[in-house]
């Protein structure tokens, strides 16, 4: 496996200072999770941010009768365990492993130690953290005024890299809907007008 620097500056398209890198690698690790992994649990302290290079994550809620609503995806690329970015205190969900995943996990002890040394790094996870505030917006925006179907057909438009990648379970929470009703959905989509 690569060192966690080279997966950051070719998945990220970016060019790192060379002490940072070398700090990054002191620091960070490059590590392998299988299928079905949970790299935080809800009402845990998140210590890590992940870089996922290669697979797919998703994160999830918990309701009270122990259903899980899935949340927000993430795959190669993006990042995960992101949510102490934008607010100090315990995971409001939790997130797992769909596909093994080799991901850069990085200490958000080095991000704070580190954020005078180089803002590279720093100024990409904020835009990945204001891509994805923008992405949860919609996607509110869709389960307050989209139909199933219309929720459906903008999640083909917008995540389209990922329907063949997700079950429908995983899938029909995180668009608001039942399993069953996807799959008529899917049947009248494909059925000939």
Do not use: W
């Amino acid at each position: 496996m690569k060192k966690p620097s080279e997966y950051l500056e070719c998945g990220l398209k970016l060019s790192l200072p060379a002490n940072f890198s070398r700090t990054l690698d002191r620091s960070a690790e490059t590590v392998l999770l299988e299928k079905g992994c949970t790299v935080l649990y809800q009402g845990e302290e998140p210590g890590f941010i992940y870089f996922i290079a290669e697979g797919l994550m998703r994160g999830y809620y918990i309701d009270s009768e122990g259903n899980d609503m899935s949340k927000c995806f993430a795959a190669e690329g993006e990042f995960a365990c992101t949510e102490r970015l934008r607010k100090s205190g315990k995971a409001t969900f939790t997130i797992e492993t769909l596909e093994t995943c080799i991901c850069v996990k990085i200490p958000y002890s080095f991000l704070n130690a580190n954020r005078n040394e180089d803002e590279t790094i720093l100024k990409v996870i904020n835009e990945f953290t204001q891509r994805a505030l923008k992405k949860a917006e919609r996607r509110e925006r869709g389960l307050l005024t989209l139909s199933a179907s219309e929720r459906y057909i903008d999640f083909l438009l917008e995540e389209s890299k990922l329907a063949d990648r997700l079950s429908q379970k995983h899938l029909a929470s995180y668009l608001g809907i039942r399993p069953g009703s996807l799959c008529r959905i899917k049947k009248q989509m494909d059925s000939p007008m």
